[in-house]
């Protein structure tokens, strides 16, 4: 598996976010490639299974090769929208319907393969045999090269895992959001060598303001000179630290965090730092 260290995510490309136009996603598209930003993360459902589309098309255009990018999707997630007739939220791992929202996935982003295909969330109703049958056939058939899960847990891995290979698992992690250090999933990870992407990576940071943000601001204010950094990159080389090789998928649009957040990858924290900014987000000292 080759993905960049730092992971673009397209769920604001689209109608859910930026509306960017097709030659704004052309120039968005360049931007992280030069940046060595080269897999970009997707899921069907995105923009109300729109995005997808709308990346392809400026892709058509864009003058990049294939094969100088990676493209993952997800699917699963039966979503309520104007585009598809659904009566409630749910969850579909059938291998018809696996098999053909990955096609859906080839035609909207005008490609002959995807790099990665990740279930997008457990289902309670999932049986691991007939997902294995229906990777199976897209793997045969060249549709996809690598599988994953996102959002499982180390049993949920393991369940579908004595089936087939499972090569990623997508999870939430962050600084304000890390239980997956201490529940056992990155353990499970590593032990079992599925590679982890982090969405949401930068949590809650900048979203709210309350007594455990405000710590991390100080905590990462008194680093920044030290690292000549931004408390973007210092949150980034943060996750980047940890053994398990996490790659974080990164959600802006915005050109100058793209570039600054690819510049993270070169800031190797110390370790007490690296514990520093633990406890300012834990507010306690560790056990």
């Known amino acids: 598996m080759t993905y960049s260290r730092l992971i673009a995510g397209t769920m604001t490309w689209g109608s859910w976010g930026k509306q960017l136009s097709k030659k704004e996603m052309v120039a968005l598209m360049h931007h992280c490639i030069s940046n060595n930003i080269t897999t970009f993360d997707h899921a069907d459902i995105y923009g109300a299974y729109t995005t997808e589309a709308d990346f392809g098309k400026a892709f058509t255009e864009?003058?990049?090769k294939r094969k100088d990018m990676q493209l993952i999707s997800k699917c699963g997630i039966q979503y309520l929208c104007d585009n598809r007739a659904n009566k409630v939220k749910h969850y579909d791992?059938?291998?018809d319907y696996i098999i053909w929202s990955v096609e859906a996935s080839l035609k909207n982003l005008e490609t002959e393969y995807l790099d990665l295909l990740l279930l997008h969330r457990p289902s309670p109703l999932m049986v691991a045999e007939e997902i294995a049958e229906a990777i199976t056939v897209l793997k045969k058939q060249g549709k996809i090269r690598d599988f994953g899960v996102s959002n499982f847990t180390p049993s949920q891995m393991e369940m579908i895992g004595l089936r087939m290979d499972i090569d990623v698992n997508q999870i939430e992690f962050s600084l304000t959001q890390h239980s997956a250090m201490h529940d056992?999933?990155?353990?499970?990870?590593?032990?079992?060598g599925i590679k982890p992407?982090?969405?949401?990576?930068?949590?809650s940071v900048f979203r709210e303001d309350n007594e455990q943000t405000r710590r991390i601001h100080k905590q990462l204010g008194e680093l920044m000179d030290k690292y000549k950094a931004t408390e973007d990159q210092l949150?980034?080389?943060?996750?980047?630290?940890?053994p398990a090789g996490i790659h974080p998928v990164v959600g802006t649009t915005n050109t100058t965090r793209l570039t600054q957040a690819m510049e993270a990858s070169k800031i190797e924290l110390e370790?007490?730092?690296?514990?520093?900014?633990l406890v300012a987000s834990q507010g306690h000292k560790v056990p």
């Open 62 to 64: 864009s003058g990049i």
């Open 184 to 192: 056992g999933i990155l353990d499970y990870m590593k032990t079992c």
């Open 93 to 95: 791992y059938s291998k």
């Open 271 to 277: 370790l007490e730092d690296w514990f520093l900014i």
């Open 197 to 203: 992407m982090a969405w949401s990576p930068l949590g």
């Open 235 to 242: 949150l980034l080389s943060w996750i980047l630290k940890h």
